[in-house]
């Protein structure tokens, strides 16, 4: 079992950066692939991207490759999310998974609550 929570959101304007961080808890936690989605309102949640167990892989959604970038630190058990280049459809509620398995976009066992991101134009 691995519990998660997030913080670090905010609002920014255009252009701006944000980085969110995703503390763990659990014996399990440097055996997950993690992730990070995000849900706007009235849309469904959305991947964003995704890290192995060990950091050396990663994968993004289209719309933030490039822009956003995915960490991780087993040591702490912490994920990271530096986001920049913010657009205003960026602006969503950021969420971070945890499952296992590689790659994966869905499926994901363990969340955490969410952090408000909004990008103000």
């Known amino acids: 079992q691995v519990q998660l929570v997030e913080s670090g959101g905010g609002l920014v304007q255009a252009g701006g950066s944000l980085r969110l961080s995703c503390a763990a808890s659990g014996r399990t936690f440097s055996s997950c692939t993690m992730g990070w989605f995000r849900q706007a309102p009235g849309k469904e949640r959305e991947f964003v991207a995704a890290?192995?167990?060990?950091?050396?892989?990663?994968h993004y959604a289209d719309s933030v490759e490039g822009r956003f970038i995915i960490s991780r630190d087993n040591a702490k058990k912490m994920v990271y999310l530096q986001m920049n280049s913010l657009i205003s459809d960026d602006t969503a509620v950021y969420s971070c998974?945890?499952?296992?398995?590689?790659?994966?976009?869905?499926?994901?066992?363990?969340w955490g609550q969410g952090t408000q991101v909004t990008v103000s134009s």
């Open positions: 998974g945890g499952g296992y398995g590689w790659p994966k976009r869905q499926g994901y066992d363990y």
């Open positions: 890290i192995d167990w060990s950091g050396t892989n990663t």
